[in-house]
T-cell receptor
Framework: AQTVTQSQPEMSVQEAETVTLSCTYDTSENNYYLFWYKQPPSRQMILVIRQEAYKQQNATENRFSVNFQKAAKSFSLKISDSQLGDTAMYFCAFMKPPYSGGGADGLTFGKGTHLIIQP | DTGVSQNPRHKITKRGQNVTFRCDPISEHNRLYWYRQTLGQGPEFLTYFQNEAQLEKSRLLSDRFSAERPKGSFSTLEIQRTEQGDSAMYLC?????????????FGSGTQLSVL
């Protein structure tokens, strides 16, 4: 079974600063997908960024980028030029590829990091 | 296409009552997932469907829980004889499925409170 660990329950930074959220995971799979989801107070889960394990290049989406270290099983999220609207819970998640056998149980989530952007 | 839709948004019920939630996935998405999220925790997988077939159920899904997806479109999640421990946010997600399409899109959830 897969596990996802987010060791930072809460982080707070000033607007416009850069912040990095950490995530580690444990799996015996070689191919898989990693995600960061954002959950604002509305509780709507919003996909921030996605990484395929077989790709060495780190994924980027505008101000959001990841540092994917496959050997270390580490998947951190960097938010540049943070904005007040970035305040939310951030969840790291792991997913086996479909048709990989043993059941495709969707996403396994970490416990989340509450990110607060201060004005 | 307006995304994944869940109804109702909120449900308050008395212990022992049955409740049913509905999820309408993004059209053409053949995979549909149910998750449960309690306060301060990440969502936990309950079950998922590929079209109308329920392919996997978590051990969290006790006998009081049942999910269906007739005709491979909308899905319902029923909880019988609710208990206070069932109080949580129930999230539905859908995906297109298949290689390269592993992105889950979530609905806004149904918040269940069992009194």
């Amino acid at each position: 079974a897969q596990t996802v660990t987010q060791s930072q329950p809460e982080m707070s930074v000033q607007e416009a600063e850069t912040v990095t959220l950490s995530c580690t995971y444990d799996t015996s799979e070689n191919n898989y997908y990693l995600f960061w989801y954002k959950q604002p107070p509305s509780r709507q889960m919003i996909l921030v960024i996605r990484q395929e394990a077989y790709k060495q290049q780190n994924a980027t989406e505008n101000r959001f980028s990841v540092n994917f270290q496959k050997a270390a099983k580490s998947f951190s999220l960097k938010i540049s030029d943070s904005q007040l609207g970035d305040t939310a819970m951030y969840f790291c998640a792991f997913m086996k590829p479909p048709y990989s056998g043993g059941g495709a149980d969707g996403l396994t989530f970490g416990k989340g990091t509450h990110l607060i952007i201060q004005p | 296409d307006t995304g994944v839709s869940q109804n109702p948004r909120h449900k308050i019920t008395k212990r022992g009552q049955n409740v049913t939630f509905r999820c309408d996935p993004i059209s053409e998405h053949n995979r549909l997932y149910w998750y449960r999220q309690t306060l301060g925790q990440g969502p936990e997988f309950l079950t998922y469907f590929q079209n109308e077939a329920q392919l996997e159920k978590s051990r969290l899904l006790s006998d009081r829980f049942s999910a269906e997806r007739p005709k491979g479109s909308f899905s319902t999640l029923e909880i019988q004889r609710t208990e206070q421990g069932d109080s949580a946010m129930y999230l539905c997600a859908s995906s297109l499925g298949g290689l390269g399409n592993e992105k889950l899109f979530f609905g806004s959830g149904t918040q269940l409170s069992v009194l």
